[in-house]
C-alpha cells in the first residue's frame, strides 16, 4: 500500500507472471508478474458525493498532499487515520510544513474532517424517510477507511475467488509505510486469519532490489502441437535457450550452478486463443513429457474443463535463468517461548467501531522472538506504524517479522436505514458480484467472442428487474439486459418464475439489442422466499446462430428471421435440466429460412450457454452468501439505497444543466440531430424539468425504420441514454436503474428508433447505438462526433468464422483532446492479436496503424481513427457493417470535423470502395482496406 | 405564319388528331389538330453571335416591337422583310410612332441593319483564312430571311418526311399576314410546286371561327382484343355514344341529318406501347370490321413493319359527331380564260439574290377568277402582301384565293469558304438529319424503353469521329457517342472500316457509358471515296441485356461481366449481311456469369438492333442526299465551319468568366465539390486561360472507383463537361465536337470517373452523371444543386420488364427558380403513363404528385420533388438505384438546401427506408414509396 495505489499480488510457490495486464485503461502486452493496482492509498483523497462516501481515484499527491502535511492539501486516507488516533505524529518525522520541520497537524486533519462530516450528516438530516442518527466525526473517518479497505479487497477478490482460489486460506502480507494500518481490517473482510508484515516492510522496495535474484528470460516461438514427435526439436531450442542464457549470466559472474532454470511452454488447445504459461521442470531438470498433465491441471483449475480430444498447441517455449543472489537473507533468531510482557513504551487512543479505545504504544525495536502482543495495539518503528486491531494477537517470529492472527471476523449487525458508509461498501460488493460473474464468464466460455474479445456483460437485477450493479464491460448492454429481465418477469408473470429455471432471450421485443448477444437470466432464491430475489443475467456475443452470412451479421438482412435464431422466452433450464435437445432444434431453425443456414457451430452455443449458466450460477453463489451475511433485508434495503442513489446523481446533474440552459436561453430544451449514412435523421428534444431534476427524452422526428438492418431495438436507446447520463454526471456513480428513474423516454413507433417486431436489427445495435450517444452528447453540447460506429468486420466460412470492431477517434470536448485509435462510447470489445488472427484465419495484417490527420483540428483535437489492411489468403464470405462514410464526424464549438471513414478492397490490380455496407465473397490475394472515421475537433483552433 | 410563331399542320382529307404535344417543352396530353409550332415569325429578332445568323427564338412582341415600329424596338424578321422591300409602308396602316398614327419606319430598319452588317463583315474580316467578300446590308437581311425560312422548313420536314410523306407531293397553304412574304421561298428549299393561298389568309382565326363546325366528342375505354367476339359489345357502346352526341347537338338545334360522324378506335398491338387513333367509318356508318385494315395500314406507313400474329388490342372507342355549319363557304366565280394583263398599281424594288429588281405591285381587290402573275410581283391587300418571286406564277383561282405555281428552286452554287448565312441553314440541316433519325428509331423500334420512353440518341459524325450534330435527346449520351464513333475508328483503322458494316459497341472502354446503352455506328460512304465520309450512330438503352437482375440495372453488381453482355467492336452487319447467330450468342453469354441470367429478350433486342440499323441507314439517306446537293466539298467544309462555329462560342464564354474570375480572386481558378452518397468525393478544379478561352478540368482529388457501379466512364464525363458548357454559353448553339476543343480533362485513373475496366458501371452512368453536372455548375457558380439523380426504378419477373426514371426538382440560379418535378441535366427519358403501367404490369399507381416544400427556399426557390407510390401485386425483382438519399442538394448564394429523397417499403404495416441503393423481392401488396428530392434555391430568401 502505497501513497496513491495499491498493488496486489499472489504467490504460492512461485510468482504468477501474465502476458497482459491493464492499468489506468492501457493494456500492455508483456511479461510481467501478475500485480493488480487499485487506486486507494494513503494519499487517496476522500469525497462525500451524492450521498457516498468516495475514496479516491484521485490522489493528493506529495504536493500539497494530505490536510495534515501543512500545505493546504487535501483530505485523504493518511488524515482519517490520523484522525482516529492510528497514526502517531509523535512517531513520525518532523518533516512537514513550509519548512519541512513540522509534525503531521492532526488539528487541521480533524477540521476538515468535521467539515465533510457536516456534509454527510446534512445528506441524512435531507433525507426524510430515514430514522438514521447523524454520525460523528469519527464514525465518517472510518466510514472512509471501510470503504477504502473495500476497494483494496476487490483486487484481491480477483487473484483469489475469481481464479477459483479462496481467499481464506491465505496468508495476507502487507507492505508499505501504510499497510500495517489496514492489514487486520482488510483481513477480516476477507475471512483472512493470518497476516504476516515483514520486517522492513516499509522498505519494500529498496529491500527488495539488494536481495533480487539477477534474471534472464529468452523465449522462442514454435507454433507446434505438443506431442512426442516434436519433443526432440523442443528439446534442443531449450537446450540452445540455456547455453544462452549461461554465457550471458557468467558475463555477470555467475557460474552454472549458481543458476536455477524454470522451463515454461505456452500452451492453449486447438482453436482456442487462451495460451496458459507452463511450467514443469523438476530439480532444474527439463522434463518434456510432464507439461502436459500440469497443462491440465492448471487449465482445469482456471477455467473448470478440459477439452478431451483436442491438441495442445505449444505458442513459445521460454525459459528463465536466475542467477542466485548471495546475500543471506533470512538470519534466523532463537525463539524462546517467551510470556514475558513485550515492553510498552506508552498509550493513545484509538477509535474503533463506536469509542476511542486506550491502546497501548509498542517499539517494534524491544520487541523479542516469540513476544505477543494482544490487540488492540500499536507496533511502531521509525517508518511504518502497525495497527493490531481488537480479536487480534501479533507475534514475532524467528525471523524477526510481524505475525497476526485474526480471531474475530467484521460484524453485520446493520439495518436497513441507509448508512453512507455501508452504501460504499454495498456498491463496491454489488459491482464485485457481477465482476467476479464475468471472470467466470470469460473463463468457462469457449468462443473467441466471449474469452477474447470479451463481448458480455454480467449483472445483478432486483425483484423488479431494475438494474443493480453491472460491470463496466459492453456500454451498450447497459439498459438492455434490464429491459430484458423485465420483459421476462411481464412475460411470465412474477408467481410462474421457478427455482431451477434459467431463461433464455435474445428477440428485440424481449429486450434484446441484436440477435448474436444471447441472454441469461437466472432468477434468485433464498430459503423460503416464494418469489426470486434478485435476477443475475448475463449477455454473451455468440459467434454464429444462423442466418444469412457466417458470423450472424449479414448487412443485407430485410428481416429479423434472416439474422438468426432468435429466442423471446425460451427456458435453457428448466426444473434444473438443461434443455439441449430444444436447444438445438431452436438453433437449427433458420435453416428453414430461405438463403439461410442453420447456426453453423450448435456445439461451441452450448458450450458458451453453459457458461452463461456458469457465470449466472456464480452471481447466485456471492449474492446468497452477502444476504447470509447481513440479512435479505438490509441487503434489499441496500440495493435500494443504492439505485436511489444514482438517481439522486443524474437529478442533480439534470438540476445544474438545466437552470444553466434556462438562464441561456429562456427555456430548459435541448436538441440534437444529425444523420445515418443513409440520410436518416435522429432527433432528440430533451425538456428537462430543472426543478426536480427530471427530463423527457423525445426522439419525435427521428426518420424511418430501416429496410435493412440499422434499427436499433428500443433496448439500446435506453442503453445509449444510461451510458450518456452516467458520462454527463462525471463522477463515480453506481450504475443502475436509478439513473432512468428520473427519464422518460419517447420513440415513436416505425422509426428508426422503435422498429416493427420484424424488422432486421443487428446493425442498430452495432451502428445506430454509436450514433445515438453522438446525438445525446451534442444535445448536451459536451463533446464533438466519435468515429460513430463500431466497424463491424465478419468473415469466414465452412471452416471458420472471425469478428472484430475496429477502433477509431474519439471526440473532443472542452478541456480534452479527443483519443485517437479507441472504441468509443457503446462498445469495449478488444481486437485479436496480430498473431492469432494469422495463425488462425486464411488472412495476413498487411498494415495495422493510426491514421494522422483524421482527427478534426480545433482547440481540442479530434482523436485519430486507424488503418487496418487485411488480406485473404482464400476465398470467405466477407461483411462489413459501418457508419460515417458518408457524414464526418463534426465538430463542436468551431471545431473541425473528423476525416469521414472509408472501406476500400484492392482485388486484382483494382481498389475500389464498397461503401459502408457490404457482403461479398473474398478471392484469394484480396486486400481488404479500412480507414476508420476521425473524431471531431471542439473549439477554434489557434 | 405569326408575329412570334409559325405553326404548321398537315391536311390530306382528314384533320390529324395527336393524343400529345410538346410545345415550349410543356407535354400536353389531349386530344388535339396535330400542330407543329416553331418560334419563327415576323417579330422574331435576329442576332448575329458567334458567326452565326440568329432568328428567334426571343421575340420583339407588339411593344417595342419591330425597329419599324417606331418604339425603339429590335431587329426583326419583318425589319428584313422591309429593308428589301417585300414590305411597303406605303400599303400598311400608319399605326406606328408614339401617337400610332405614322407609317413603318423603313431608315430605321436600314440603319439597324447596317449595323448588325457591320458586326458580320468584321467577323468576317476577322477569319484571315476566309477569302470570302464582306456582304451588303440587302445580303445579310437575304441572309436572315433564308435562315428564318429554314427554320420553318423543320416542322414541315417532321409532318412530312420522317412520317413517310414527301413534302414535295404536298400543297403549300398559308395564312397569316406574313405567311405571303415567304411562301415562294419556303415552298422553293422544300421542293413544294404549289401554293394555295386563301383570300382571307390574313385573317386565319376570326374567319375560321365564323366558319367552324359544332364538334361534340365523346370516348369510352374498351381495353379489349379487337376480334369478330368482341364486336357486337363494341357495337353497342357505339351506338350510345351516337345517341348522347345526337341528343346533346340537338340542344345546340342540329337535327341528326345535320350531324357527320366519325368513328374512331384507339388502337394498338398487344405489349406494345403505341396505340393510334384509327377511323374506318364510309358514309357515316359504322363497319367494324375494317377498322384491322386501316390499322395495319396507317401502322406499316408510319413505323415501316406490322406485327403479323399479334393480338391486336382496342383501348378506347371514339365518337366525333360533327354539327355541319350551314356557312355558304364557297362561293365560287366563274373563270373566263382570262388573257387581259391585271391592273398595276403601281412598280417598286425588291432585293432578290444579289440584286433589287423592279417589281410590280397588284392589288387583291383588282384581279380577276383566271388572271394571272408572273413572279416577280407583288399581290397586295389592306392586310397582307404577297411576295410572288422570280421563277413563280400566281393565278387567282375561281372561289377568288391565289394559287403559286413554282417552276426553279432555290439554287446550290456554294463554295467551303465560311458564310454565315449558309452556316446556319447548314446548321439546321445537319441536325434534322439527327432528328429524323431519331423518329425513324422511334417508329421501327419495338421496345418501351426506345419507342415511348425515348431513351435513345441519334448523331452525325465526321470522318475523324468528331460530332457534328446530335438532336437534343439524351444529354448523358453526349460526349460518349463520339467517344464511341473515335473508338471504332482507332480500334479498327480507318482503312479497314467497310461499306457494308455496322458496328456494335456498349463497353466503357469503348466509349460506352453503360452497358445497357447499346450504340450502332454506321460508316457513310460516298461514291468513290475510299474511307467513310461521314459516320452516322445511334445510341438506344435495351430493356435487357442479361446480367443479375431483369432489366440489367443491377445495384448489386461487382463487375462489368455482371451486368450484362457487352460489346467493344462486334459487327452487327458485315458485307450487309446481320450476323444474328453471333449476336444471340452474344446476348447468350452473361448466362455464363454465376448468379447471372442471359439476355431475357432476345427477339426485342435483335428488333431494337434492327430499328437502330434502320436509323442509321436514314441517316446515310439524308446526308447523301445532302451532299449530292451541296458536293461533299461544300458539306465538309460546313461541317468544321459548324464545329469552329461552337469551338468559338466556347472560347467566348470561358474567356469572359476566365477575366470575371481573374478580376475578382486574382486567379481564373473555378474550384468545386460534392459528396456521391457513399461519401465519395467528385473535386474538380477548373485553371481558365482567359486570353485564348481553352481551359483544363482538372478532377484529380476525386475519391476512388466504386466496388458496386457508381462508376462512371470517361465519357460520361466528357458528356457531362459537354453538357454543362452547352448551358453555360446560355445562347442556342450548335452542339458538337467543337464544344470541347477548347478543354483539357484530367481525370486520375482508378478514380470513381476513371475506373478499371472491370468496373461494373451501370450507375454511374445515371447517377454520377447527374453529381457531375452539380459540381460543374457550382465551380461556374450558376446553378443550385438539382435532385442529382435519375431515381432508376426496374422490376420484372420472367414475364415482364419495366424500367422508369422518376424526375425531380431542379436548382435555381440568379433569375430564376428551379422547376417542379422534372429530369434535369443528364436525361430527358418521360415515363410510362399510369394506364400503361397499370395495364401491362402487375403495379397500382397508388399516388403520383409533387412533394411540396421540398425544393430549397431562396430568392430563387429550388424546384420540388415528386412523391410515386406504387404496389405490387405479385412477387417481382425490384431494384433502385438513387441518389441524394444522404446528402441534400444544395443551395448557393444562401439559398436553402433541397430535401433529401426518400425511398420506402409499406410491407405488411412495416414502413421501412429502403435505401438510396436496394434490390429485393417484392411481396404481393408491397407499396414502393419514392420521394424524389427537392432542388436548392438561389439568394437568401426575403
Redesign the interface.
Known amino acids: 500500500m502505497g501513497g496513491t495505489s495499491t498493488d496486489i499480488c499472489r504467490y504460492s510457490g512461485t510468482l504468477e507472471h501474465v502476458m497482459e495486464t491493464t492499468t489506468a485503461g492501457i493494456t500492455i502486452q508483456a511479461p510481467q508478474l501478475d500485480i493488480q493496482t487499485v487506486a486507494a492509498g494513503g494519499g487517496s483523497r476522500l469525497f462525500f458525493r451524492n450521498g457516498l462516501l468516495i475514496v479516491g481515484p484521485e490522489s493528493a499527491g506529495a504536493h500539497p498532499g494530505p490536510v495534515c502535511y501543512r500545505k493546504n492539501g487535501y483530505l485523504t486516507v493518511t488524515d482519517a487515520n490520523l484522525v482516529l488516533g492510528r497514526i502517531l505524529p509523535d512517531y513520525f518525522p518532523k518533516i512537514f510544513g513550509p519548512n519541512a520541520d513540522q509534525p503531521l497537524d492532526k488539528e487541521a486533519s480533524f477540521a476538515a474532517m468535521v467539515e465533510i462530516t457536516e456534509e454527510v450528516n446534512q445528506f441524512i438530516r435531507s433525507n426524510p424517510s430515514s430514522t438514521k442518527k447523524e454520525l460523528t466525526v469519527e464514525e465518517v473517518a472510518l466510514g472512509f477507511l471501510s470503504v477504502a479497505n473495500e476497494e483494496m479487497c476487490r483486487p484481491i477478490r480477483t487473484l483469489t475467488q475469481s481464479r477459483g482460489y479462496n481467499p481464506s486460506d491465505h496468508v495476507l502480507a502487507c507492505f508499505g509505510g501504510a499497510g500495517g494500518q489496514h492489514a487486520c481490517a482488510v483481513a477480516k473482510v476477507l475471512g483472512i486469519k493470518l497476516i504476516r508484515i515483514h520486517k522492513y516492510s516499509s522498505l519494500l522496495s529498496a529491500y527488495g532490489i539488494a536481495l533480487a535474484d539477477v534474471v534472464d528470460e529468452s523465449q522462442q516461438p514454435v507454433q507446434t502441437v505438443y506431442a512426442k514427435e516434436t519433443f526432440p526439436s523442443m528439446f534442443e531450442i531449450f537446450t540452445n535457450l540455456k547455453s544462452n542464457a549461461i554465457s550471458r549470466l557468467s558475463t555477470q559472474g555467475f557460474t552454472e550452478n549458481e543458476i536455477d532454470f524454470t522451463f515454461y511452454m505456452h500452451m492453449r488447445y486447438d482453436k482456442t486463443d487462451t495460451a496458459i504459461m507452463i511450467s514443469a521442470n523438476v530439480d532444474n531438470e527439463l522434463s518434456l513429457d510432464k507439461f502436459k498433465s500440469v497443462f491440465e491441471h492448471n487449465y482445469r483449475r482456471e477455467f473448470g474443463f478440459i477439452l478431451e480430444n483436442r491438441n495442445i498447441i505449444v505458442d513459445d517455449l521460454r525459459l528463465r535463468a536466475n542467477g542466485k543472489s548471495n546475500f543471506d537473507r533470512e538470519r534466523k533468531n532463537p525463539v524462546s517461548d517467551n510470556s514475558q510482557t513485550p515492553l510498552q513504551k506508552s498509550t493513545t487512543t484509538v477509535f474503533f467501531d463506536k469509542q476511542f479505545v486506550e491502546v497501548g504504544i509498542y517499539a517494534f525495536g524491544d520487541m523479542l522472538p516469540g513476544q505477543k502482543l494482544v490487540g488492540p495495539a500499536l507496533l511502531i518503528d521509525q517508518n511504518s506504524s502497525i495497527l493490531i486491531e481488537p480479536q487480534s494477537t501479533a507475534r514475532i517470529t524467528d525471523t524477526g517479522d510481524v505475525e497476526i492472527v485474526i480471531e474475530g471476523s467484521s460484524e453485520k449487525n446493520l439495518d436497513t436505514d441507509i448508512d453512507p458508509i455501508h452504501l460504499s461498501i454495498f456498491s463496491n460488493r454489488f459491482m464485485s458480484i457481477a465482476e467476479q460473474m464475468g471472470r467466470i464468464l470469460q473463463r468457462t466460455a469457449i468462443s473467441t467472442n466471449i474469452k477474447e474479445r470479451l463481448d458480455f456483460s454480467c449483472a445483478l437485477f432486483a425483484p423488479d428487474g431494475g438494474l443493480i450493479a453491472n460491470a463496466p464491460h459492453i456500454p451498450v448492454h447497459l439498459g438492455g439486459m434490464q429491459y430484458t429481465v423485465k420483459f421476462q418477469i411481464d412475460h411470465r408473470g412474477l408467481e410462474n418464475i421457478k427455482d431451477g429455471d434459467v431463461y433464455l432471450a435474445n428477440h428485440p421485443i424481449a429486450g434484446g439489442c441484436h440477435l448474436p448477444d444471447f441472454t441469461v437470466i437466472t432468477p434468485v432464491f433464498f430459503k423460503d422466499q416464494k418469489t426470486p430475489v434478485f435476477f443475475v443475467a448475463n449477455r454473451g456475443h455468440h459467434a454464429d446462430i444462423g442466418g444469412l452470412v457466417p458470423g450472424s451479421m449479414p448487412p443485407n438482412a430485410?428481416h429479423i428471421d434472416q439474422e438468426g435464431a432468435s429466442f423471446v422466452s425460451f427456458k435453457l433450464v428448466e426444473d434444473h435440466v438443461f434443455q439441449e435437445d430444444r436447444l438445438i432444434e431452436a438453433l437449427k431453425a433458420p435453416g428453414n429460412v430461405a438463403g439461410c443456414s442453420a447456426a453453423r457451430n450448435i456445439s461451441d452455443n452450448i458450450a458458451d450457454l453453459n457458461a452463461q449458466i456458469a457465470s449466472n450460477r456464480k452471481g447466485i453463489a456471492l449474492i446468497t452468501s452477502l444476504i447470509e451475511e447481513y440479512s435479505l433485508e438490509v441487503v434489499h434495503a441496500y440495493m435500494r439505497h443504492i439505485q436511489n442513489t444514482a438517481e439522486l446523481c443524474v437529478r442533480d446533474m439534470l438540476k445544474r444543466v438545466g437552470g444553466e440552459v434556462l438562464k441561456k436561453t429562456g427555456q430548459s430544451r435541448l436538441v440534437g440531430e444529425d444523420?445515418m449514412?443513409?440520410?436518416?435523421v435522429i432527433k432528440l428534444t430533451v425538456d428537462i424539468d430543472a426543478e426536480d431534476g427530471s427530463a423527457t427524452f423525445d426522439f419525435t422526428g427521428t426518420?424511418?425504420?430501416?429496410?435493412?438492418s440499422c434499427n436499433a431495438p428500443r433496448a439500446v436507446t435506453m442503453s445509449a441514454i444510461t451510458y450518456c447520463l452516467r458520462c454527463l454526471v462525471e463522477k463515480d456513480i453506481p450504475l443502475n436503474n436509478g439513473c432512468l428513474a428520473p427519464i422518460k423516454i419517447v420513440i415513436p413507433d416505425?422509426t428508426?428508433l422503435s422498429?416493427?417486431p420484424?424488422?432486421p436489427v443487428v446493425a442498430g445495435n452495432v451502428l445506430t447505438s454509436q450514433r445515438l450517444c453522438d446525438v445525446i452528447l451534442r444535445a448536451f453540447d459536451k463533446v464533438a462526433a466519435s468515429q460513430g460506429c463500431m466497424n463491424n468486420l465478419v468473415f469466414g466460412d465452412a471452416n471458420c468464422g472471425y469478428y472484430e470492431t475496429i477502433a477509431g477517434g474519439a471526440g473532443a470536448g472542452n478541456g480534452f483532446h479527443g483519443r485517437s485509435g479507441v472504441h468509443t462510447h457503446m462498445t469495449n470489445t478488444r481486437i485479436t492479436d496480430p498473431e492469432i488472427l494469422e495463425t488462425r484465419f486464411p488472412a495476413v495484417l498487411r498494415e495495422w496503424r493510426l491514421r494522422p490527420g483524421s482527427g478534426g483540428n480545433g482547440k481540442y483535437r479530434g482523436g485519430d481513427g486507424l488503418v487496418r489492411k487485411i488480406q485473404f489468403t482464400r476465398p470467405l464470405t466477407l461483411s462489413l457493417l459501418t457508419e460515417r462514410?458518408?457524414?464526418q464526424p463534426y465538430g463542436l464549438h468551431g471545431g473541425n470535423a473528423g476525416e469521414?471513414g472509408?472501406n476500400?478492397?484492392k482485388r486484382?490490380?483494382?481498389?475500389?470502395?464498397?461503401?459502408?455496407k457490404?457482403s461479398?465473397q473474398t478471392e484469394p490475394g484480396d486486400i481488404l482496406h479500412i480507414a476508420t472515421p476521425g473524431g471531431g475537433g471542439y473549439g477554434l483552433a489557434e
Open positions: 430485410n444523420f449514412d443513409d440520410g436518416t426518420g424511418p425504420e430501416s429496410f435493412s416505425g428508426i422498429p416493427s420484424t424488422a462514410r458518408s457524414f469521414r472509408l476500400l478492397l486484382n490490380g483494382r481498389t475500389a470502395n464498397i461503401g459502408s457490404a461479398f
